[in-house]
């Protein structure tokens, strides 16, 4: 399977955009920059929006999901919208219990726990993605030349939730079950690799110019756990974008010990936390992966002379690399003022 010929990067809209160029490792004249969740909480504009309506209802509703991923391109100018949905979400579309708690985050009704409960998950019904497809191509339609980030949780943290029954620091359930019955794990993970892999395969299809594979709890294991029991999954995951010709990156938080084998599932880019600095993330991957990354959230609340100072470093130890993207080393912190986050644009744009 190919794009379709009317496809941002076919038809030529986006296919020579700076973010394109950076995750294909063409380093572009102006370094490009957008932030992970930068659609959401921190913005006024979407709390307004949101009243009254629940986060996955928000998700599913293809014109609100539109709207709140082209609120920060439109106020922060970054150079890519990502589109506003949840990790979840295919999970909730396959038919799991689940919703989203605030100030908690995903909770899973029915944990899965035994071989039972894996063996009567069911496959995602293509047609139950028709309001991501619909929501995609809404936004890809008013986007114009900026590309649309695609995106889905990893394997392993979608595991995780399902497992643990909701966010955990440690994911020792979900550790426990990996060693005590791997193949329950392997079937769980295979599971979750599929439905993960439809929900990216169905943003690309609709108009996605790349597409980030997300591991929000990878940093709970050892390098050796990652290869042996995640590594395939993640790469299954990925496989469904097989014949595309887009740009896949790959991010965990705290995974700095397991960096080369994330990549090594087979990415473009890799996405950088704030705990590595990037010419220590370069040396880790053995060179020639583009990299982005890796902005503290914690100096977002800094006087701007601090966080200028720091964007400044981001950028000189970026420049190793083969391309960089500017990005946070995770998400945006919801008590982030936005006026920040468009300074921190217009800098990185005038370097």
């Not at 709140?68 to 589109?83: E, K, S, Y």
């Not at 590309?147 to 979900?174: C, H, M, N, W």
């Not at 790469?235 to 700095?256: E, I, N, Q, T, Y």
């Not at 130890?317 to 644009?345: K, Q, S």
Request: some cysteine.
């Amino acid at each position: 399977m190919t794009l379709p010929t009317d496809h941002p990067l076919v038809d030529g809209r986006t296919a020579s955009a700076p973010l394109i160029r950076a995750y294909r490792g063409d380093r572009p004249e102006v370094t490009p920059v957008w932030f992970m969740r930068q659609a959401g909480r921190s913005l006024p504009e979407y709390r307004e929006l949101r009243v009254g309506t629940q986060m996955l209802d928000a998700c599913l509703t293809p014109s609100l999901a539109s709207e709140i991923t082209l609120q920060p391109v439109r106020r922060h100018g970054v150079d890519a919208a990502i589109f506003f949905s949840d990790i979840v979400i295919p999970v909730k579309l396959a038919g799991v219990d689940v919703e989203i708690v605030p100030g908690k985050g995903p909770v899973i009704a029915n944990p899965i726990r035994t071989a039972a409960d894996v063996a009567a998950l069911r496959p995602l019904d293509p047609e139950a993605l028709a309001p991501i497809t619909e929501g995609v191509a809404l936004t890809v339609s008013q986007l114009g030349t900026t590309p649309l980030i695609g995106f889905a949780g990893a394997p392993f943290t979608l595991a995780s939730y399902l497992v643990e029954g909701g966010p955990s620091k440690d994911q020792l359930r979900a550790r426990t079950l990996m060693y005590s019955d791997p193949h329950t794990w392997a079937a769980l993970l295979n599971w979750c690799a599929d439905v993960t892999g439809e929900f990216l395969k169905a943003q690309v299809l609709a108009g996605a110019s790349a597409a980030q594979l997300f591991d929000s709890w990878v940093g709970s294991l050892s390098e050796q756990q990652y290869v042996r029991r995640v590594a395939p999954h993640s790469k299954r995951a990925l496989s469904h974008l097989r014949g595309f010709d887009v740009p896949r990156v790959h991010f965990g938080v705290g995974s700095g010990e397991v960096l080369h084998a994330m990549h090594s599932i087979g990415v473009e880019a890799m996405g950088v936390d704030w705990r590595i600095p990037l010419d220590e993330a370069e040396r880790r991957l053995g060179g020639g992966v583009p990299l982005q990354g890796n902005l503290d959230p914690a100096l977002l609340g800094a006087p701007w002379h601090v966080l200028e100072a720091h964007v400044i470093d981001v950028l000189e130890r970026g420049m190793l690399a083969p391309a960089h993207v500017v990005n946070l080393g995770h998400g945006v912190p919801p008590e982030t003022d936005p006026d920040v986050l468009t300074r921190i644009v217009e800098l990185v744009h005038s370097r």
